[in-house]
Nanobody, 115 residues
Framework: QVQVVESGGGLVQAGGSLRLSCAAS????????MGWYRQAPGKQRELVALIFSTGHSNYADSVKGRFTISRDNTNNTVYLQMNSLKPEDTAVYYC?????????WGQGTQVTVSS
């Protein structure tokens, strides 16, 4: 079992930045993958970024070059640095982790980008 808690969401103007944090209840150093998904109103949940135990990361095309995912194994936290935010980035952002086989999700944090 693992719990993950997101923080760092909020309201920001277009072009601004936010950093999301996802704190896990136990060591993440051996987790297969961790990352972020988002869900906008009326849309399906979509992948934003993943980071693997190897350090490799994947990004959705819509956020490449603007968002950066990182992991701090010492503090059991994954971050999502979001720059050059656009109104279309508005969504609830969910932290995701897969220690081995089972998936775990956070409750989500709202990000709203005003134009």
């Amino acid at each position: 079992q693992v719990q993950v808690v997101e923080s760092g969401g909020g309201l920001v103007q277009a072009g601004g930045s936010l950093r999301l944090s996802c704190a896990a209840s136990r060591s993440i150093s051996s987790f297969n993958r961790m990352g972020w998904y988002r869900q906008a109103p009326g849309k399906q949940r979509e992948l934003v970024a993943l980071i693997f135990s190897t350090g490799h990361s994947n990004y959705a095309d819509s956020v490449k070059g603007r968002f950066t995912i990182s992991r701090d194994n010492t503090n059991n936290t994954v971050y999502l640095q979001m720059n050059s935010l656009k109104p279309e980035d508005t969504a609830v952002y969910y932290c995701y982790c897969q220690p081995s086989i089972k998936d775990y999700w956070g409750q989500g944090t709202q990000v709203t980008v005003s134009s």
